[in-house]
């Protein structure tokens, strides 16, 4: 007998086989399209309106649709995860095809409704019961680095909970957000009936943003990208999730396996070029293994370059502060580019398959204090272990967000967590191990570190509601 799961699953593929069958669905680049065509709108107020009256259809419907929507959206990324992570790639022009179409194969994997649940006591006084109810509509800000994988893996965590979302996208990566919402909402009702669960913004704009984040039809934000818009939404006039910036460093001590340190720096500062805001950025390494440290690098697909390249690079990617105390100033050009382009620019040839650019520095370098989203990190010598926490402390800049630790010695892994105090905090393994890629646990592209609510999940965007039954319904 086929199991409510089963069942779904089957339907869903059904529906998307027959969308495919008909030529698939309306383009983001199509002429044809009208305002408001499957979600896509070019006024706050109409896209606003659209997923209230759709967050009520939700409520009135089935949990089974519901479940129908989370599984039809899990499947468009996952069947055609190559098709939409070349799109997202040929729009932004930032970061690696492969790692664009990992991402959205990860969105199967991002928690739904079984994440949501219902508590119960009962005593001599009767029952009560309590549910974690929606907010309604909840207004979302994605960034360029992941748009479509954001947007994806909020619709889960927010529809599973019984909110529908309008969503300002980065204006780089909005063009493929509205391709998802198109495809979404076309596919979801062809299988419920339900329209609209999620809206989008067109042609999205600083204006639009503000818009939602002080519409009185939007209770909740979450926000998920650099410091400019985390700083608006906490400007808001109501509560806001917000997932802000890092500059995750990661500590390497003298008892570290190295080669397994190397590797794993590799593979999280290498992914999707350094997007990651949970990405190693800069690595501080104690003295009596740093020469050993850097030739292993060198094993498993990085590149040292040396004093004069890292000197060229530095001056390439960051101008000087604008401002006395400053910051130095992003070369927004680099951002995301291949290790082999980046290498080119200072002209250096590197091997085929180099996935990361690295270097000695002393923390004057930029590119240590500064959230730099591209194939290079810097390596800072340190006296021990305590003096490489304390460097990690001070250029993670308090964000508590994300950093790493290399080691096996237990007491100095616990003196780092206990010091550092970020959301995430890795252990022997790369950064994306702490979102169950690699590691154990569940996945989520918004960390909520300014706001505290962490990795996110369906139970994050529901208030709590209690429903009291006085002297009637106990039975036992």
């Known amino acids: 007998m086929q199991s409510t799961e089963e069942a779904i699953r089957s339907v869903v593929q059904e529906v998307l086989s027959q969308l495919n069958n008909r030529g698939g669905y309306g383009s983001a680049s199509s ?35 519901r479940a129908k929507a989370l599984e039809i959206v899990r499947q468009i990324c996952d069947t055609q995860a190559e098709e ?29 409704m079984e994440f949501m649940k219902t508590e119960a006591v009962s005593g001599d006084n ?74 989008i913004l067109g042609t999205p704009t600083l204006e639009s943003a503000d818009a939602i984040f002080n519409h009185r039809g939007v209770p909740l934000l979450c926000v998920t990208g650099g410091p400019g818009v985390a700083r608006a939404a906490l400007a808001a006039k109501k509560r806001a999730i917000v997932a802000g910036p890092g500059n995750p460093p990661v500590v390497v001590d003298e008892t570290a396996d190295l080669e397994n340190a190397a590797k794993s720096i590799i ?50 990617a960051f101008s000087p502060p604008t401002e006395p105390g400053g910051h130095a100033v992003l070369n927004r050009d680099l951002i995301g580019k291949d290790a082999s382009v980046l290498a080119g620019m200072i002209g250096v040839s590197v091997p085929a398959g180099t996935q990361l650019l690295y ?14 989203m591209m194939p290079f ?22 964000f508590r967000h ?22 995430l905090f890795v252990q022997n393994g790369p950064c994306g191990a702490a979102l169950g890629n690699g590691g154990e646990g569940y996945g989520s592209f918004s960390i909520a570190t300014p706001t505290g609510e962490g990795v996110t999940n369906p139970m994050t965007f529901t208030r709590f509601r209690r429903s009291t039954t006085v002297g009637h319904f106990r039975v036992i």
Not at 362 to 368: A, I, Q, R
Not at 377 to 398: M, Q, S, T, W, Y
Not at 402 to 415: A, F, G, P, V
């Open 267 to 316: 593979i999280g500062a290498a992914y999707d070029n350094n997007l990651l805001c949970i990405g190693e950025k800069e690595v501080f390494a104690v003295d009596s293994i740093f020469n050993e440290l850097m030739s292993a690098m060198g094993r498993h697909g990085g590149y040292q370059l040396n004093d004069q390249q890292v000197a060229q690079l530095t001056s390439l």
């Open 359 to 372: 270097g000695e520095t002393d923390t004057n370098n930029p590119f240590v204090p500064e959230e730099q």
């Open 31 to 65: 002429t044809s399209q009208r305002d408001g065509d499957w979600g896509v709108f070019s006024c706050v107020d109409q896209a606003v309106a659209a997923a209230n009256d759709a967050q009520k259809q939700l409520l009135n419907s089935t949990l089974e649709d």
């Open 126 to 199: 009767g029952v009560s019961l309590t549910e974690y109810a929606p907010f309604g509509v909840i207004g979302a800000i994605t960034p360029v680095t992941h748009s479509l994988p954001t947007l994806a893996c909020n619709f889960i965590n927010m529809v599973a909970s019984g909110n529908t979302l309008v969503v300002n996208p980065h204006p780089g990566g909005a063009k493929i957000a509205c391709e998802g919402v198109r495809r979404f909402n076309q596919a979801i009702y062809q299988a419920t009936g339900l329209q609209n669960l999620v809206t």
């Open 377 to 398: 990190v810097p390596f800072i010598r340190c006296r021990n272990a305590d003096h490489g926490i304390e460097l990690a402390k001070e250029f993670e800049h308090g």
């Open 402 to 423: 994300t950093s790493m630790i290399h080691s096996r010695n237990i007491e100095t892994i616990t003196k780092m967590g206990r010091i550092m105090d970020t959301t």
């Open 84 to 112: 939409l992570g070349r799109m997202e790639l040929e729009e932004t022009k930032i970061g690696r095809l492969d790692h664009k179409i990992e991402k959205l194969h990860l969105i199967k994997s991002i928690p739904g």
